[in-house]
């Protein structure tokens, strides 16, 4: 055995693990589940798979059929536009971090990234008694004379509620990012910029917004895929508005996750069980795996990494 051989397994020997820990909780998962998006399996046990039944694509004929369906990719998008408002307002306080001084910088930085560390559970229930109609807005909305306002069953209120409270837990994360960012921009091209008599406004469009741009690029895609997936939020919303809003006010709490979750594990007889829920599941990671190669295709026009 030669000595490339050598290194070679041994290399090999040292990922080993990784790899085995990979194809048990990733690929065979992934396998099985589409596997049983082409079967009519409504829940998984050990026996499942050996009376598995396929039906070919009449789950996906289904769900692209469900009205409900489109109407959770519909929340689903206008939930992810949390992404961008907290990429704008992460940048935005990122960029008045940098002019405080050391202790007020370290004091702000550790209060506005609390949220994206706490329990999401804690901070859903701490958010619901602040809209709810005796809660804190509508202790200050009665006190003035005016009438309380239902926050959370009224469909016109609900998803702008929900995207301030994701975008008040998520935006610690975002402004660490960036302000590490901002940290690398290189200033003697912002003081060259200003000798040629740049404004601030100028020098910021045009020198560091572009030299932060891997980091943008960065937050928009993990932002998109995460945002996509969103589903405690509005599963514990909803739990807790009580019968009659199991998808929220006029369905506007239901997202592809939570209606998922509700196809899996909740309601299998009624809404087609484990196969339907794992043609929807492929389904997501499809929009997802397009949205990302989109954005992998125009990041080099925008993206500069020098």
Request: charged share 10%.
């Amino acid at each position: 055995m030669t000595r490339r051989m050598r290194t070679d397994i041994g290399g090999w020997l040292m990922i080993l693990p990784q790899m085995i820990g990979i194809a048990v909780f990733s690929l065979i998962p992934i396998a099985m589940a589409i596997l049983i998006s082409f079967s009519d399996m409504l829940y998984v046990q050990s026996d499942s798979f050996a009376a598995l039944h396929l039906i070919g694509f009449a789950h996906f004929g289904d769900i692209l059929t469900d009205p409900l369906f489109w109407r959770a990719v519909l929340n689903t998008f206008i939930a992810a536009l949390c992404v961008p408002i907290q990429m704008a307002f992460g940048l935005l306080i990122a960029v008045l971090l940098k002019r405080l001084g050391k202790r007020l910088k370290q004091f702000f930085r550790a209060v506005l990234f609390i949220p994206y560390v706490s329990s999401m559970v804690a901070v859903v229930f701490m958010w619901q008694y602040i809209f709810e109609p005796t809660g804190a807005i509508n202790s200050i909305v009665t006190a003035m004379g005016g009438e309380a306002v239902r926050f959370l069953t009224d469909p016109n209120w609900f998803m702008p509620c929900l995207i301030l409270m994701m975008t008040w837990s998520g935006i610690g994360y975002y402004i660490i990012l960036y302000e590490a960012a901002l940290t690398n921009v290189n200033q003697s091209c912002i003081e060259a910029a200003e000798l040629d008599g740049a404004g601030r406004m100028r020098r910021f469009f045009s020198i560091v917004v572009p030299a932060i741009s891997p980091t943008t690029f960065y937050l928009l895609v993990m932002g998109i895929i995460n945002g996509l997936q969103v589903f405690t939020w509005f599963q514990i919303i909803c739990a807790n508005l009580g019968d009659g809003f199991l998808w929220g006010p006029n369905n506007t709490g239901i997202t592809i996750v939570y209606y998922i979750y509700q196809m899996a594990y909740v309601n299998q007889f009624g809404m087609g069980g484990a196969g339907r829920a794992c043609a929807m599941s492929v389904l997501l990671v499809m929009i997802i795996g397009i949205l990302t190669a989109v954005n992998f295709l125009f990041q080099k026009r925008w993206v500069h990494y020098d």
